[in-house]
Each structure stands twice: as C-alpha cells, then as structure tokens.
C-alpha cells in the first residue's frame, strides 16, 4: 500500500464543520497567529483590549494603544471576502494533486477571475516562501518531466532536445552512481529550462 497515497486528509465535508462559520475561521486563524495569546507586532505587550466596532475584531494594545487585526499582515490582509471564502480557497488549492487554475478557482468559489488569479498567486506564494526553508535530503526520486509540448514537425521536446541527466540522488543533485539502486526514472530537463536546472543543482 501506497502510504502518501493513503495518508489522512481533510475531507470537504470534515472542512464545512470545522470551517463553515466566519466566528469558527476566525478563532483558528486566532489560535494560529497567538498559540499562547495575544502579542502587541509592535512592543509584545499582552494586555490589550478587543474593539468590535467593525465586522472583524480590532485588538488594542494597551500599552502602546497600537491596533491590529486578525488578517493584517496576512494574505488575507486588505480582503473584503470572508474568510470562510479564503479557507476553502486554500483547501482546494492544497487538495488538488496536479494544481488548480485560476480559472477553477473562480468557478468554486464564485467569485470574479481577477480575485480568484490574486487569491491564487498570494495563496501559492505563501506557500513557496514555507517550502523555501525546507532542503532535499536522502534519496529523491524524480519522475519523468516534461516541459512545453510537440516541435513543429511533431515531435515532442523529450525526444528531440531533451537531455538525460540521470536519477537524482542526495539533495536533488544528479548523481550517476546511483543508477542501480534507484529505479529506472530519468530526469529530463530542455537545454533552455537554466532555472529548472537550477532547482535541481545541476550545472548549466
């Protein structure tokens, strides 16, 4: 048995109960920014005072009678959406084995394209700058890859210009003496894909 594949999820229905609400996104976006409680951004300060004069609820520090909010500083920061909106938009996101379109986006949460394009990007780009810390280590396995599509005479770019760079191994770099224990899938990268090789430490 596969076990990524089989791995625990959060099913859509799981994601209404827990989520449904704008009082139950809130409190988990709460519990995510202050675990413990809150913390003035500007002097750290935990006394403070909650203002409910506006449809979200604006924290007051008390000693430096700074405000701040749930959303500022988020990607949610400057949204006229509920964040019931944004939570679905990120477990559809997430969920979506081989990626989601901003066109789906916008068919799912039935919003215009220009906010479900912007919505996508902030959400996508949160989610780079996390993995950004995180390295490749032990053994990586890469399957084939293929970037762009058929050349004029019909031919696909793997079997015209693409160029076997061998399995990769260690820290995403292509190491050759590992051809024999690694299964036979290769790592194909077209000549002008620099950045590709890049992100995978192969020299150009």
Known sequence: ???IQFQPGMSLFELFR????EAQCAAALEQARWPEDFRCPRCGGAAHCVLGVRARK??????CHHQTSLIAGAVFEGTKLGLTVWFLAIYLISQAKTGL?????KRDLGVSYPTAWLMH???MQAMVEREAGYVLCGTVQVDDAYLGGELNDGTCYRAANWQCLGETAGRGKCDRSHRAALP?????????AAD???ALGVAP
């Open 58 to 63: 604006t924290f007051q520090c008390n000693a």
């Open 184 to 192: 036979r899938k290769a790592v194909y990268v077209y000549p002008l």
């Open 18 to 21: 827990r989520f449904g609400t």
């Open 1 to 3: 048995m596969n076990r």
């Open 196 to 198: 590709f090789r890049a």
């Open 121 to 123: 990007h902030k959400l």
């Open 101 to 105: 379109s901003a066109l789906a986006l």
